[in-house]
């Protein structure tokens, strides 16, 4: 009797410990499971991302659309047609002009940008102006600028313009001097022709400026110098990138204050949003005295 007993019960443990290896197995198959849904989820979410936000060497144009705005300060048309054109992370619409002269004007440099310092006098000479005439700054006329300067915040203006010129005539020639000295050892072009200079504009606090090229004719090799801020809260990026080169972000520091860049090719802006009081820049362009030779078949 005790050894049927004892049978019984050797069967009762080994039924107990397949119960319980069928219960872990059970437990093991359904994480096993859920870790495939989840890993399946987020192939789905990348793969989506992936093809909603096309890099600007995969771009295919799609159809595109009249926009009857204020004119970009560099067209001189109302009637401007926009394309989209995709990019990481920001949507970037360019005009049908612009487009071409990303898609097709040719480079002057080997990087599109580059980044200088102002020498300490004209520094210092640049900031001590602005602060003392700023005051006088006015309203920027909008169709200055188009649809390309916008802000949420409707209690001020977009930008105010303090026009150099006016309050400064010397500094503004020696700095569109200095300027000239930088482009031409920096592209190695020559024969510059200084085609504008056009600031201080100060940008007001949720301003952005949507990303373009500018003005193909005569923007062609250009300088933004940051003049001064005021109360920035985060630092506001300028976007840059070419057909050759993806977006990345710059910020004026204390390494530099100035950006060369070509104007015409180089699609910039500053699509997020400034958070501060006031961002002021001053803007110098040139371009090569054969330019429309150059680009003759293109436009």
């Known amino acids: 009797m005790n050894v049927l007993k004892n049978h019984f019960f050797k069967i009762a443990i080994r039924l107990k410990k397949s119960i319980n290896i069928i219960k872990m197995s059970n437990t093991i198959f359904y994480f096993l ?39 970009h300060q560099h067209e001189q048309d109302h009637h401007i047609p926009q394309t989209a054109l995709y990019t990481k992370p920001h949507a970037v619409l360019l005009t049908d002009i612009e487009y071409k002269t990303y898609n097709s004007f040719p480079f002057l440099t080997t990087t599109g940008y580059k980044t200088a310092k102002l020498p300490v006098n004209l520094r210092s000479w640049l900031t001590s102006v602005w602060q003392r005439n700023r005051a006088d700054a006015i309203k920027e006329d ?11 915040n409707k209690a001020e203006p977009s930008s105010y313009l303090l026009d150099l010129t006016s309050i400064s005539a010397t500094l503004k020639k020696k700095l569109e001097t200095f300027i000239l000295d930088e482009l031409k050892k920096w592209s190695g072009v020559g024969n510059l022709v200084h085609t504008a200079t056009y600031g201080i504009r100060e940008y007001t606090d949720q301003a952005l400026l949507k990303s373009h090229t500018d003005r193909p004719t005569t923007h062609v090799l250009s300088a933004i110098i940051h003049v001064g801020s005021i109360n920035v809260r985060k630092p506001w990026a300028l976007t840059v990138e070419n057909r050759r080169m993806k977006p990345r972000s710059l910020y004026f520091d204390d390494t530099f204050d100035i950006i060369l860049y ?24 040139y371009a090569p005295a054969d330019w429309d030779e150059q680009i003759k078949t293109i436009l």
């Open 262 to 285: 070509e104007s015409s090719s180089l699609v910039h802006g500053r699509p997020l949003p400034f958070q501060g009081e006031r961002f002021a820049n001053l803007f110098i362009h």
């Open 142 to 152: 909008p169709s200055s600028y188009g649809p390309y300067i916008v802000n949420s």
């Open 33 to 71: 499971f859920i870790c495939f849904i989840l890993i399946t989820i987020l192939i789905v979410i990348k793969f989506t991302q992936k093809s909603s936000s096309l890099d600007l060497e995969q771009y295919q144009r799609p159809s595109q659309t009249a926009l009857h705005a204020a004119p």
